[in-house]
Each structure stands twice: as structure tokens, then as C-alpha cells.
């Protein structure tokens, strides 16, 4: 598959929105403006987030669903049994 030069700019782009707006969520405009300065195109490469708990969410950081359903069930049993 050849991509076309729009291609790559559509990809650069989105790059730069998502960690714009990941910048905005986490500080705010002057956090982003102190990354971009006026330049967005600052944010085309490179991370801007660290692993520290605010800036990341791990799918191991979450109970999973299975676990909370079996949670629950566990639970209602035991509600049930001292009732």
C-alpha cells in the first residue's frame, strides 16, 4: 500500500491533538503552551506524559469485570446467608 503525503499529515495531526489535549486535561492552556510555544509541531514526536499514576491508566491499575461480577455475586451470598 503507498501512502500519499496527506496521509502522513493526517497522522502527524492527530498526534498533535491527542497529546494537546492530554496536556490541556492534565495542566491546563499554560502547561500546553509551555510544551508548544507556539508551535505545535513540537508535539509531533516524542512523549509528554510520564508513568507516574496521573498521567497513565494500565489496564492492570482496574479490577476487571470478571472479578467485579464475582465480587458482587460473592457479595449478595454472603448479604443472603446473614439475613
Known sequence: MQRT???YRWQRM???RKKLSLLKCIGGDDLAQGWVRGKPGRLAKGKVHCSC???RAKSYDYISHQAA???ESATQQMLG???
Open 81 to 83: 446467608y446473614v439475613a
Open 5 to 7: 503525503r496527506a496521509y
Open 69 to 71: 461480577k464475582q465480587n
Open 53 to 55: 499514576y496521573m498521567c
Open 14 to 16: 492527530r498526534t498533535i
